[in-house]
T-cell receptor
Framework: SQQGEEDPQALSIQEGENATMNCSYK?????LQWYRQNSGRGLVHLIL?????REKHSGRLRVTLDTSKKSSSLLITASRAADTASYFC??????????FGTGTRLTIIP | DGGITQSPKYLFRKEGQNVTLSCEQNLNHDAMYWYRQDPGQGLRLIYY???????QKGDIAEGYSVSREKKESFPLTVTSAQKNPTAFYLC??????????FGSGTRLTVV
């Protein structure tokens, strides 16, 4: 079953612009994680935010979590061509078993 | 250099044939997972193991089998009972309270 749903499904922006993608989920969580997947490759862990946290930063990444709305957002600032990839949110209900969303395909136009 | 190794990268299966996908990690992680990814889709959990000699079914376990005889290894067998096995298979592992580490995947095609 898909716990998370990303929005939009696809996003194209100019290099240097900021990219924002959103994730909604259905049940209570212990933490929420974001992953990046380049075409035909495995997923790479980007950032983890716990249910008692509201915002977290890592380099050009900013993640927010609103547990009352059961939603999260991932902001990538000053985008680069190398950021072109699919981005997935994943939720952990506390059993270390992640449920992934359907992903946002991000294209950065040089 | 720690990580997860999946092999082979590409695998072709004939009708009625069982095939086994390898997943090995040297991260000393207790938990390991197998996911299936179809084109343009998210990941669906097949099986997971949180300790040696124990594993649990995920959301789409039918037609698959696993074993966990060693902490480092979690092979997945795609049996002939899996009628639509063509997909990208991803193995992952995790230590506690951290994100997953993924392998580079095996692309399985039925011929």
């Amino acid at each position: 079953s898909q716990q998370g749903e990303e929005d939009p499904q696809a996003l194209s922006i100019q290099e240097g612009e900021n990219a924002t993608m959103n994730c909604s989920y259905k049940t209570s969580i212990n933490n929420l994680q974001w992953y990046r997947q380049n075409s035909g490759r495995g997923l790479v862990h980007l950032i983890l935010i716990r249910s008692n946290e509201r915002e977290k930063h890592s380099g050009r990444l900013r993640v927010t979590l609103d547990t009352s709305k059961k939603s999260s957002s991932l902001l990538i600032t000053a985008s680069r061509a190398a950021d072109t990839a699919s981005y997935f949110c994943a939720t952990d209900k506390g059993n270390e078993k992640l449920t992934f969303g359907t992903g946002t395909r991000l294209t950065i136009i040089p | 250099d720690g990580g997860i190794t999946q092999s082979p990268k590409y695998l072709f299966r004939k009708e009625g044939q069982n095939v086994t996908l390898s997943c090995e990690q040297n991260l000393n992680h207790d938990a390991m997972y197998w996911y299936r990814q179809d084109p343009g889709q998210g990941l669906r959990l097949i099986y997971y193991s949180q300790i040696v000699n124990d594993f649990q079914k995920g959301d789409i376990a039918e037609g698959y089998s696993v074993s966990r005889e060693k902490k480092e290894s979690f092979p997945l067998t795609v049996t002939s009972a899996q009628k639509n096995p063509t997909a990208f298979y991803l193995c992952a592992s995790t230590g506690r309270f951290y994100g997953y580490t993924f392998g580079s995947g095996t692309r399985l095609t039925v011929v």
